[in-house]
């Protein structure tokens, strides 16, 4: 039976031990400490020679954060999205591995969800509710600024009834406060985002950034005709 060599060395020796081994000289070991570390010594002698490879514990300083590094990200960033063609006022994402800072200008809101958002245009009219019917138009961007989707490119507008889980959380979220004829700029987090894999353009966990003009909000009901059943909205 194999033994876990990082198991014997955590449970006889403590990493003082193992630090005395090989940055302290021997006469300069406290006394008290002698016998601890004789045991410690002949433990890794063993592995050692039996072809044991102990994993022995890190002395190294943690990484601290560098306020040059984040400028840069910045920097960087912006260069992309310029290069990207991205839409002025585009905020700015700060990655590092998966950490991301989200960097606006003091017009957009942020909520307690995460959501992220500007108006353009408040429009007029009510709000849309559960059960009625959105018509609107987006483009989609990456945290680079590029562009991923647009139904004005598609040439027709999305139609969606609320409630439904037809939209991404964050999605819907961004339109319910809506009014028909706005114009909204929605960024939305990973953990309000759309699913990710090959089936869909979403190939990792990031922001995505959508501006949005909602065109119309209809109600909708139920119709039956004989054993034919479908919901109609006007």
């Known amino acids: 039976m194999l033994l876990n060599s990082s198991f014997l060395l955590s449970n006889i020796c403590s990493p003082s031990d193992i630090y005395n081994i090989f940055r302290v000289r021997e006469q300069k070991i406290n006394i008290l400490h002698y016998e601890d570390n004789m045991k410690c010594r002949s433990l890794l002698f063993f592995l050692i020679t039996s072809g044991i490879s102990p994993a022995f514990p890190a002395f190294g300083k943690t990484k601290s954060k560098n306020p040059y590094d984040e400028r840069r990200l910045l920097e960087q960033n912006k260069w992309i999205q310029r290069e990207n063609n991205?839409?002025?006022?585009?905020?700015?994402?700060?990655?590092?591995g998966f950490t991301v800072k989200v960097v606006t200008p003091d017009n957009y809101e942020k909520r307690d969800s995460g959501l992220i958002l500007r108006d353009f245009s408040v429009g007029e009219g009510d709000f849309p509710k559960d059960g009625q019917q959105v018509t609107f138009h987006y483009i989609g961007y990456n945290e680079s600024g590029r562009r991923i989707d647009s139904t004005y490119i598609q040439?027709?507008?999305?139609k969606i009834r609320m409630g439904t889980k037809a939209l991404v959380p964050g999605f819907e979220e961004g339109i319910r406060d809506m009014r028909p004829g706005g114009k909204r700029r929605i960024i939305i987090p990973p953990e309000l985002g759309p699913p990710v894999g090959p089936s869909t353009f979403f190939s990792s966990k990031q922001f995505e950034v959508f501006?949005?003009?909602l065109l119309?909000?209809?109600?909708c009901k139920r119709r039956t005709i004989g054993f034919y059943s479908d919901v109609v909205c006007n």
Request: proline share 14%; net charge negative; aromatic share 10%.
């Open 86 to 96: 991205a839409p002025e006022e585009f905020p700015s994402f700060i990655r590092e």
């Open 155 to 158: 040439g027709s507008p999305v």
């Open 211 to 213: 501006d949005v003009e």
């Open 216 to 219: 119309d909000v209809q109600d």
